[in-house]
């Protein structure tokens, strides 16, 4: 009430004193004759109450009632905040909070102590009840303490009662109640301020103040009433309706029910109605208006219009409002009343929309619409926006298919679709009722359909529609289906029925997409086993019947886990003669990547096949799927609906854009927009569509609905247990009941009621005869029976059944049911789901089930309910079968909608929209707006709305002149991007509407974790978070933000508090207490006791494995060790169900209970069991003959031994070699096939993440030799300086508790290298004049093929053309470093006194060579009368022929070193003006060492000889360029070394990461970001991608051929007539590439065929294919270069240490090289994908330059050695040190000590270091009997060294042979000799290989024992013989046995020597092998 207002001016005195006074001076606001309002300002109730001086007492309480009703309205308002409150996401913490407002509650405690004993009774009462809802506790708790305050009633009669409530009660319950009862002191309390102002309302007591309750003729009331019968079956019942209603039934000519019609029925039948008011007339001030023309007062009209509108709005009945309305107007007005009664929804829902803004409007909306009176806003709107619905085969396709303006391309330009308009509330768009919505306003029952009333329910009868067997029998007999598909169905089986036989021309034998909707129970598993045997018909090879199982995937998807096990074994045994494997992928059986491989038909839950889908790292075999089958598809309308929305849409999006067919069939119960579900699924409606209505069920259905009417919760649940036990009894003695209840409690308690209820009744004999043959039967079972409850129920018949009992009690029960001698078989659902078991007659008893995730007792799925009542009707022996639903009447509409077919399947996806688009972003398959608006065009969503525009807030500014809804669509998108942007899950830029998913998004993604709580970790997760808190951060998660504290849980929660390990910082009233509990007492495996709270905790523990995993990958990103190592020991917590601190031993199967208890009691440390023997062992834990068990265990325990290698690279960056070996025992039961493990490298502190990345272990690479064991894996972690002590290396075990290795690295020795030089800077000169050169002959080479020098060959001109120092250049490539060569060519031929003219050329690689000899041999041949620019071959003879006559001899750095070791005895290597080396940066790589001792020789020689020889070099930029330089004896001057960024063009890198460990879905993921930046960056200018390999690169070509295709625009990559290209393409051999040159895409690798390779170089430069795609190995011989380069990953497959190794990086630069065309583009770009943990280190070395090192020491030492001292260079140990000091690993030794393991830089040091060095080398070399060492000091060769220097190969190959070559050796064992060499390591292992090797094993003649196809030798041994045998190999193949053939000739030559020498005869074998 307002405060009382002083009304003193009001007085007459008052007054007439201004009369009096006129003069008293000018009040404030003077009168001015304008009407002013006195609204709010006088209470009209206090008018003149100074002048009577006696009030009325009726007045008096009237004020009373008024007072009491503003109180109600008050606290209505604040409860209604508070359940929205509820829904939008926080639960009642409180039971007496959540049922305060349950009709018919009588007591509320009003002080804190009475509240504590109002929950310990409901606690009582919630034990005695059993699992029921909050309402029925509060209710029965309130009934008692009635019983118990009632005085004058004996305790004796008090028990009675509670018992008739609670069932029986012993003695000391009932006291304890009584006694907490006494403690209740305010129970009676008259407190005004406390009362409940519906009690008297709700106990329906007659209104005292009033006088009498108002009642109007009948027929206004029936107007609110729910049912219409318009059949006079049941006319002579009293609720039947009046006669004038039956005239428009039969008018209509039909008998039927309408049920729930009130919207609907109130516009057609009170039209002609003078009282019906339109809702257009009425606006905010309409009853306002009504008001006042009664009462002339303002204020008065305004007060009585506010509480009009509040009483019009209250949840009050009819009388109730009537009563309350007639109050308010003074008991009079009736027709108002009337008026106002009859247009109650009217005048109360177009009030509050006039009277609300833009925002609140939609909320006002969705009320309307979740109240059923969405009709009043259609009538609004003229009803113009309701779409009709499609008749049948008409298509309508419009609507869908064509999307409007969005384009249906694969990409999708930014902007191309309207930008959005406004921000879309997505949660008040989403259904609160979720799968409970009921969009239809009646139900139509079929005739016959009959209601009755009885005390307390309702109840309504369906008759069952019979059967209709046709005339004609038209069912497919199985002998006609084709011979080899008839073993997939039963032997008993004839004919397909009815249904299958209408589907089986479509399902067998076309590929239309299918929607079968029919009844449970019609055979629809054989409609999915005919689509799944057209896939096999289509890989079936028709000759030998063979199936190609390898070209297809099929995916079933079923709803449930247990329908799931039931489909793979249907499958299995039906489809296993055909070879098909079937997999089971759900949450509880994982399948590894080579299960899913070998696996055709995989059988899943629509949760995980979308997580794999929306995994990138899965798409390489997602890709195969080529069918589809959706069970369940109205579960659409579920709250799982949007995750198979997701898939759908997901699915068909990807197929429409790809072009790759996948075939979708859905399978369904019958529901009535079936159409709409087929149009979302692109189902032909004329040819794909089925639809069977309930005539075709096995037995048809008779149906019972009872609606419990009564208010009160206890009442209720009474009832529904005794209408329960009539239904089972008119059963009795006939029929078998099975009766579903949905807690286990309730089975046996209902059971109990029954059987009670039977004994009281005296009815029981109905149940079982005490005399008959079961009765004997069901006695003597009883003892095999261990439930006591069960054996307390069986002798009368009854039995239960739940997942708690045990199997052999299960089994029983199941058994004595179907043999009949049970009659009552009470269950839980886990019946209707897993065992067959069906019954005449099923009862659901109560529709209410407790939803641990919403945390509240909701009502049953569809799902449910259908499966349940599926069970009714005995196939073989009933006509029909009967279902009872028992249910609150206000569901009543629900079922029967449901159960007859007319409940729509509507859309639930925008409750989980934001989550949804967040997947598609981080797949990639959205990467804007605009594609999300396109994508939103492809959900069910989009297809309700255009059939249901008001019901999904489409309003009318939508629909005008937008008939595809893009404006609504995009705002969805933009509301939901918003939502991501704000929990940092997605970057938004809203101008241009692109998306860029974060490391957030992606982890919520995979985990399927929700924005929300995705915000919560970002917001709560910090650096330094131990166990405790992570556990807090866990219990914060939105997922179980439903989930209340119950009044009744709190005891049991706190003694669990006192329980668990970890401490709870909360109190026990807080949810989040709550939910880190339960998860701890699942970890400790604490038993639990309430039904509820078992249920909660089942649902944390389902949801902390993927949210703790979130969690651990959060803190891992963020670089966070201790929160990260925490995060995973949680999850590894969870998973194993044991706590960190107790044995690893827990985590294997069957240990026995005792040794894990002795083991734990003995504190031993884990690490110490692994060094005890099986008696120790046994003698520790004190049980002897488990010792030999444990030791077993303990060494299956996964452990890793690590050693780690520390290299600096560079100051800032180490690089650590890790070799990794198993040491422990596989075991595939215990490790499957593969074991992950994370590398983690800490700080020192153990604080920061320096570099994470996973290791997997595969069970193939575990056994063996230990070198085959070994894993070696290379990182780069950066360096800090100051230098720290060390860092930590850890290997820890993503699966096993406590396995973790961690490796301290120590840095005490530690010396970074030498900071390296500043690069030289390229200055701005003026090109010069080509004159410069002052030779005509060399000005004309360059004038006519380049405008002018460059800026770096402008630089260095003068040192190389204008000097004959040495020089070094360094630059990026595609700089002209070659023009920079031919200056110091040049320079050599312009002199005229020059005595050796002679230059070498080297290069590393024989391709580079080929070109530079074409290409300089068309530039100089003419020069000077003809330069002669030749080649080296390897052979030695031609290669020195070669040498005399050539001026320019180009070579590989080997050629070079086998021409030149012999110097001494060749003056034409002596003789050498000029040396270049071209690309001297691999002097670094892999061809290295050889380099490096080429440059060292030459320097060598030229000191010796005295003759000098020029060298040049050229090289990337380099890191330490000047050490290099001094090296190669360059003067600082002459040293050129420009930074990365000095290119003749700028170059823009674009680095992309990703972070998809699977290789061939990295491969895949990175073709459209490819293919993206090829149309951004590049539309019209060509683009090279490069492949890690071969087979890649026509993978990517195909990949972005089809993204081309998606966008329409298959030859956008095409610039050449099609026609003319034909005429190239003709003469290409390889097929592939004729078809993808022909779309403009190319591809290139080093296997393809000469002229192949050509044509594809010609037309590429020639502009006529826009995209080359070139493998790795192509990177140093492709003649091309482009405008931008993509490198599409930087990892190769590396065979022998099974492993992807990383490019060097000097490949990497190679390639970036390709990117430069001078004359052409003004700047060119480079796109760089990498995995993510790479990205730091690219970055890193693109923009500084390269550091190399030398590789001599460990690669080359003892062959470069053995060379020198063959030639006699080395003739002592001094001499090996002499010659090792001319060598780049000298100059870098003293630079990076650590790189080359010396810990100092001293003089003493570093000469110990190399005399250690050499001595080692040569005692190596003296072992292999290469050499022999004379005095110790002077060396001498030996036979087999001499050999080996000769030939040029490896000491230890040589020492193999002398070694293994016996006079004996025969081919075979020559073959084995020679292939093991260690020139064949080489020799590339690529993955999956080993399947062509092994075929052609099989064909080669000779075979040997050591068949490893992974090695290099075998593989040698394989290619070798394939030579002998002329066998046809793959590309692959025959680019290896090129490379064998080339090394073979001199191994052979070799072997002959070694034979000759030891005078075996057998050389002449070796001879002919040679042959």
């Known amino acids: 009430m307002p405060p009382k207002q002083d009304l003193s001016q009001y007085a007459y005195s008052a007054i007439s004193s201004l009369v009096l006074n006129p003069n008293r001076g000018r009040r404030e606001k003077e009168p001015d004759g304008a009407p002013e309002t006195l609204s709010g300002r006088i209470d009209p109730r206090e008018m003149g109450s100074r002048v009577r001086r006696e009030v009325p007492k009726e007045l008096l309480e009237k004020k009373k009632k008024a007072t009491g009703e503003e109180k109600a309205t008050t606290k209505k308002r604040a409860t209604a905040a508070a359940a929205a409150a509820v829904n939008a996401g926080f639960g009642f913490s409180d039971i007496i909070e959540a049922t305060q407002d349950v009709e018919g509650i009588r007591y509320q405690p009003r002080t804190a102590e009475t509240r504590t004993v109002y929950e310990l009774i409901l606690g009582s009462v919630h034990r005695l009840l059993g699992d029921q809802a909050q309402d029925v506790v509060r209710s029965a708790a309130d009934t008692i303490l009635e019983t118990l305050k009632t005085e004058g009633l004996k305790d004796f009669d008090k028990k009675k009662e509670i018992e008739e409530v609670l069932g029986s009660l012993s003695n000391e319950e009932f006291t304890q109640l009584l006694n907490l009862s006494k403690k209740i002191t305010d129970y009676a309390a008259e407190d005004e301020e406390m009362r409940d102002p519906d009690e008297e309302k709700n106990e329906g007591m007659i209104d005292d103040t009033a006088g009498v309750a108002v009642v109007w003729d009948e027929e206004d009331e029936e107007e609110d ?173 419009m609507d869908v298919d064509t999307q409007g303006g969005v384009p249906k391309t694969g990409t999708i330009a930014s902007g191309s679709t309207l930008p959005p308009k406004q921000i879309v509330d997505l949660d008040s768009m989403a259904f609160s009722q979720g799968g409970h919505l009921m969009s239809n306003k009646k139900t139509t029952l079929p005739p016959g359909t009959v209601k009755r009333t009885k005390k307390g329910y309702e109840e309504i009868y369906v008759p069952h529609k019979p059967i209709t067997v046709p005339k004609v029998d038209d069912r497919v007999p199985i002998p006609s289906l084709p011979q080899w598909a008839q073993v997939a169905f039963p032997k008993e089986v004839t004919h397909l029925n009815r249904v299958q036989s209408k589907l089986y021309p479509v399902a067998l034998g076309t590929d239309e997409p299918i929607l079968l909707c029919a009844p449970t129970g019609a055979g629809k598993t054989n409609v999915a086993i005919l689509t799944i045997l057209n ?98 598809i109205h579960l659409l309308h579920d709250d799982r609906g949007p995750v198979l929305e997701a898939i759908v849409a997901r699915t068909i999006r990807k197929m429409e854009q790809t072009k790759e067919y996948v075939r979708l069939v859905a399978l369904s119960a019958t529901l009535p927009n079936y159409q709409d579900v087929a149009k979302f699924l692109r189902v032909d409606i004329s040819k794909g569509l089925f639809y069977f209505d309930v005539t075709y069920r096995s037995r048809p259905l008779k149906q019972q609905f009872v609606g419990i009417t009564e208010k009160k919760a206890i009442k209720r649940y009474q009832v529904m247990n005794e209408v329960c036990y009539e239904k089972v009894l008119d059963q009795a003695g006939s029929n078998q009941s099975l009766v579903f209840v949905h807690s286990r409690k309730e089975t046996a308690k209902t059971a109990k009621f029954i059987r009670d209820m039977a004994v009281e009744k005296d009815t029981i004999e109905r149940f079982v005869k005490p005399d008959s043959g079961t009765r004997e039967i069901l006695l003597s079972e009883i003892s095999n029976i261990t439930d006591p409850q069960l054996k307390d129920l069986l002798p009368f018949g009854f039995a239960i059944h739940h997942a708690g009992l045990n199997s052999k009690d299960r089994e029983l029960v199941e058994e004595l049911f179907k043999d009949g001698h049970l009659q009552v078989l009470v269950s839980t659902a886990t019946l209707a789901w897993g065992v067959n078991l069906p019954a005449h007659c099923v009862i659901i008893k109560g529709t209410q089930i407790y939803n641990p995730e919403k945390g509240r007792w909701v009502e049953l799925s569809s799902q449910d309910v259908l499966q349940m009542l599926g069970r009714a009707g005995r196939p073989q022996y009933d006509e029909f079968g009967e279902g009872i639903i028992i249910t609150n009447h206000s569901e009543l509409q629900y079922y029967l909608s449901l159960m007859n077919q007319q409940l729509p399947i509507e859309s639930q996806l925008v409750a989980k929209l934001a989550d949804n688009l967040n997947a598609e972003i981080v797949l990639g398959t959205i990467r804007n707006r605009d594609e999300a608006v396109q994508w939103l065009g492809y959900t069910y969503l989009y297809v309700r709305m255009l059939r249901d525009p008001v019901l999904y807030s489409v309003n009318a500014d939508y629909l005008d002149d937008d008939p595809h809804l893009e404006q609504k669509r995009a705002d969805i998108a933009h509301s939901a991007a918003v939502l991501l942007e704000k929990c940092n899950l997605i970057k938004y830029d809203r101008v241009s509407g692109r998306f860029q998913s974060t490391e957030l998004g992606r982890i919520a993604s995979h985990y399927y974790v929700t924005h929300r709580s995705m915000a919560t970790y970002n917001q709560h997760l910090k650096p330094t978070m131990s166990t405790i808190e992570l556990f807090r951060v866990f219990a914060l998660s939105n997922e179980f933000r439903l989930i209340p504290v119950r009044q009744d849980e709190k005891l049991e929660l706190s003694k669990l508090l006192e329980k668990v390990p970890i401490p709870v910082k909360e109190s026990v009233d807080e949810p989040a207490a709550k939910i880190n509990v339960l998860l701890q007492a699942y970890i400790s495996g604490l038993s639990l006791e309430g039904f509820a709270l078992v249920a909660d905790m089942v649902y944390v523990q389902q949801s902390a494995g993927r949210i703790l995993r979130a969690m651990f990958e959060i803190c891992l990103k963020r670089g966070w060790a201790i929160p990260a190592r925490a995060a995973l020991d949680m999850c590894k917590m969870a998973e194993r169900k044991m706590w960190n601190s107790m044995t690893p031993l827990r985590q294997f199967r069957g240990v026995p209970g005792d040794v894990i208890r002795k083991a734990e009691a003995k504190q031993f440390p884990w690490y110490r069991y692994f060094d005890l023997t099986p008696p120790e062992l046994g003698e520790l834990i004190g049980i002897q003959n488990a010792g030999r068990l444990v030791h077993r265990l303990v060494h299956q325990f996964p452990r890793l031994d ?201 290069l590393p690689y024989q391709e580079m060579v080929d070109q530079r000899v074409k290409e300089w041999t068309a530039k100089f041949g003419k020069l000077q009368g003809g330069k002669e620019i030749v080649s080296l071959t390897g052979d030695s003879s031609t290669d020195l022929r070669q040498l005399q006559i050539g001026h320019v001899i180009v070579c590989t750095p080997t050629q070079w070193d086998m021409i030149s070791r012999r110097w001494k005895k060749r003056k034409h290597v002596q003789n050498l003006g000029l040396l270049i080396c071209d690309e001297a940066h691999l002097v670094g790589g892999e061809i290295g060492p050889t380099y490096e001792v080429v440059i060292s020789r030459t320097r060598y020689v030229s000191k010796q000889t005295d003759i000098e020889t020029r060298i040049v070099a050229l090289s990337v930029s380099l890191a330490n360029a000047r050490d290099f330089g001094e090296w190669m004896g360059a003067p600082a001057r002459a040293i050129y070394n420009f930074p ?208 190399i090192e030398s590789h001599l020491p460990t690669h080359f030492l003892h062959d470069f050695f053995l060379a020198e001292i063959a030639e006699e260079t080395i003739e002592n140990k001094q001499d090996a040190i002499d010659i090792l000091t001319w060598t780049f690993f000298y100059r870098r030794l003293t630079q990076n000590p650590n790189y080359y393991n010396l810990n100092n830089i001293s003089h003493q040091h570093l000469s110990d270091h190399l005399s250690e060095l050499v001595e080692a080398t040569l005692a190596d070399l003296v072992t292999a009997h290469c050499i022999s060492i004379e005095d110790e000091v002077n060396v001498g060769k030996l036979n087999l060294g001499w050999i080996a220097a000769y030939y040029n190969i490896s000491y230890i190959t040589i020492d193999v042979f002398s070694m293994s070559i016996t006079e004996k050796t025969k081919l075979k064992g020559l073959l084995e000799i020679i292939s093991s060499s260690t020139e064949f390591e080489s020799i590339p292992i690529r993955k999956h290989e080993d399947v062509v090797l092994r075929r052609i094993y099989d064909r080669v003649p000779v075979k040997t024992e050591n068949s490893r196809y992974e090695s290099p030798a075998f593989k040698s041994f394989l290619l070798l013989q394939a030579h002998f045998s002329r066998l046809h190999l793959p590309p692959d193949l025959v680019t290896d046995q090129a490379l064998v053939l080339s090394k073979v000739v001199n191994l052979l030559h070799a072997c002959v020597d070694v034979m000759a020498s030891n005078a075996y005869l057998n050389a002449m074998g070796a001879m002919d092998l040679a042959q």
Not at 584 to 609: A, F, R, Y
Not at 1350 to 1361: F, G, P, R, S, W
Not at 1574 to 1603: C, G, W
């Open 225 to 397: 009433d729910e049912f219409e019968l318009r059949d006079d079956s049941d006319a002579s019942e009293e609720e039947a309706e009046p006669a004038e209603e039956n005239a428009d039934a039969d008018a209509a000519g039909e008998e039927s029910l309408v049920f729930g019609g009130g919207g609907e029925k109130r516009r057609g039948n009170e039209k002609s109605d003078s009282e019906r008011i339109s809702p257009h007339d009425i606006d905010g001030f309409w009853l306002q208006r009504l008001l006042a023309s009664v009462y002339s007062d303002p204020a008065t009209a305004t007060e009585k219009t506010t509480e009009a509108l509040s009483i019009l709005s209250s949840e009050s009945s009819v009388r109730d409002a009537e009563n309350a309305l007639m109050e308010l107007l003074d008991f009079g007005h009736h027709e108002i009343v009337r008026l106002l009664i009859k247009n109650r929804d009217v005048v109360v829902w177009c009030t509050k929309l006039a009277r609300s803004d833009d925002q609140e409007r939609v909320n006002v909306e969705v009320a309307m619409r979740e109240r059923n009176v969405g009709w009043i806003l259609k009538e609004l709107r003229g009803d113009r926006t309701k779409r009709p619905a499609a008749a049948p085969g008409a298509g309508d396709s």
């Open 1540 to 1747: 990365p960024s000095a290119r003749p063009l700028d170059l823009d890198i674009h680095l992309q990461s990703f972070s998809i460990p699977h290789f061939p879905s990295l491969m895949i993921a990175m073709s459209k970001p490819a293919y993206i930046a090829i149309k951004e960056y590049s539309s019209t200018k060509p683009v090279i991608v490069f492949t890690p390999s071969r087979k890649q690169s026509k993978l990517t070509a195909n990949d972005i051929l089809s993204h081309c295709l998606a966008d329409d625009d298959q030859d956008q990559f095409l610039n050449y007539d099609p026609e003319k290209l034909k005429e190239h393409l003709d003469h290409v051999s390889d097929q592939d590439l004729v078809e993808s040159l022909s779309h403009g895409v190319g591809f290139y690798h080093e296997a393809l065929d000469k002229q192949d390779k050509k044509i594809v170089e010609r037309l590429f430069e020639a502009g006529a294919i826009q995209v080359l795609v070139a493998s790795r190995e192509t990177t140093w011989s492709l003649p091309a270069s482009s405008y931008m380069v993509i490198i599409m990953g930087v990892q190769y497959f590396e065979g022998r240490e099974h492993r992807y190794a990383d490019y060097p990086v000097a490949d990497v630069l190679q390639m970036m090289g390709h990117a430069s065309r001078p004359t052409i583009d003004e700047r060119s770009r480079c796109v760089l994908m990498c995995q993510q943990t790479r990205k730091d280190f690219y970055r890193k070395f693109l923009n500084e330059g390269l550091p």
């Open 535 to 632: 896939e096999l018909s289509k890989v079936r090879d028709e000759e030998t019947g063979k199936f190609d199982l390898d070209a297809f995937k099929i995916v079933y998807i079923a709803p449930m886990k247990a329908l799931v096990q039931e489909m793979v074994n249907d499958f299995t045994k039906r489809l296993g003669s055909f070879g098909v494997l079937v997999g089971e992928l759900t949450g509880d059986s994982q399948m590894t990547k080579q299960q899913i491989v070998d696996t055709q038909i995989i059988v899943t839950t629509p949760e995980k096949w979308d997580v794999i889908t929306r995994k990138s790292t899965d798409t390489s075999y997602t890709n195969l799927v080529r069918l589809i089958i959706i069970d369940e």
């Open 1202 to 1402: 690590l050693q780690a290698h520390v290299q600096p690279i560079t100051r800032s960056l180490l690089r650590i070699d890790l070799t990794i070996t198993p040491d422990f025992t596989w075991d595939d039961r215990v490790h499957g096939t593969t074991q992950a493990f994370w590398i983690v490298v800490e700080d020192v502190d153990g604080e920061i993440i320096l570099f994470h990345d996973t290791f997997l272990l595969r069970k193939q690479y575990t056994t063996g030799k230990s070198e085959e064991s070994e894993h070696n894996i290379t990182l780069t972690v950066p360096m800090f300086e100051p230098v720290p002590p060390n860092y930590y290396i850890s290997l820890i075990s993503d699966r096993w508790l406590q396995s973790e290795t961690r490796l301290p690295v120590s840095f005490k020795n530690l010396i970074l290298p030498e900071k390296f030089p500043q690069p030289t800077a390229l200055l701005d000169l003026q090109p010069p004049p080509f004159s410069v050169l002052r030779n005509p002959e060399f000005e004309r080479i360059y004038s006519s093929s380049i405008p002018a020098f460059n800026k770096i060959q402008t630089q260095v001109l003068e040192a190389l053309y204008g000097s004959d120092e040495n020089v070094f250049v360094g630059a990026p490539t595609g700089s002209g470093k070659t023009i920079c060569a031919e200056f110091a060519l040049l320079r050599l031929w312009s002199k005229k006194d020059q005595k050796h003219p002679r230059a070498v050329c080297i």
